[in-house]
């Protein structure tokens, strides 16, 4: 069977930009990839230069057809399901279609998903809603706006943030009471702040339009920011390969992608288990690629 040098899992951006590094370093690789990525809700991708305002699904085909110069990577548009360690020490990579693969190393880039503390936020997500007003402020701007988030810090932090794209702005706690200096910090700058519990959202074809409250109280905003109330990693292969992972959920690496499991590479969102941008993460899988080379070069010379 055929013993590929690396095998990246995740076609994101992390991924993509590894795959390429690699390929173009002349290895063999083996990309997989499950169609997953957690910008598929959202019509497009801004910030990226040369690529701003992109649709997620464009920016993948690019990146897949610029693989395709190099022919030492080979694609898999099909799910990893498993992976386990042999006694060569090599890595077997199942995936759904029942095939293995054998590789030397193995990069992460798998990428996280969120989760919602508010009721039916997901029909907004990625269209009216978003989480990273550094992607989608600019599109937002001067409307009126509001802010889902449960805890005081992060409230704080990201409606001062979200204020320089709009001032019109209403924070929802969704139930959760914030202190009265806090209170007192946004009502200076006319600022609401609902904390009863929300009984849905309304709005039509992915475009908010108001939110209505346990209490009977509605109110119109045609767009807003949220911070999810966690972040994780679907498949946790970090955890079963051993890596060690800190308190707050990012995997320890050497900052170079390199995790404390010999062989292991993380990049991308996956490593810190949080949200970051297109630009991070592919810059993140240039890194760990670089990383992966590098050692191969110096364990076979
Ligand atoms: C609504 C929304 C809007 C956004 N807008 C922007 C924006 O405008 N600009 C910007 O810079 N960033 C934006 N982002 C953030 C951006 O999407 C992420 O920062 C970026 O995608 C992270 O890249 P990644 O490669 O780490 O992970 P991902 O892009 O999530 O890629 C991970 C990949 O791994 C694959 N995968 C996962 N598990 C498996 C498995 N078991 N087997 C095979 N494949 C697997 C998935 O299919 C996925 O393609 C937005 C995010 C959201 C949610």
Known sequence: MKVFDCVVIGGGPAGLSASLTLGRARREIALFDDGTNRNKVTNQSHGFITRDGIKPQEFKDIGLRELENYPSISFFQTKVLEIIRDREKKFIVKTTNGRKYVTEKILLATGIQEVFFIPSIRKYYGKSIFNCPYCDGWELREKPLIIFAEKEDQILHMTKL???WSKDLVVSTNGVEISKEGVQELQKRNIKIKSE?????VGDGGY????EFVSGETILR???FVIPSSFYRPNQFAEKLGCEVEENGAVV???FGR?????????GETEKSAPSSLM???ADGSKAAI???TDLTMERF
């Not at 995790?259 to 990049?267: D, G, H, W």
């Open 162 to 164: 979200v204020y320089n």
């Open 197 to 201: 519990p929300i009984k849905n959202l």
């Open 208 to 211: 908010l339009q108001k939110i």
């Open 222 to 224: 045609s767009g807003g």
């Open 253 to 255: 690496t050497d900052g």
């Open 259 to 267: 995790t404390t499991q010999k062989n292991i590479y993380i990049a």
């Open 280 to 282: 991070i993460s592919a």
């Open 291 to 293: 990383s992966v080379n």
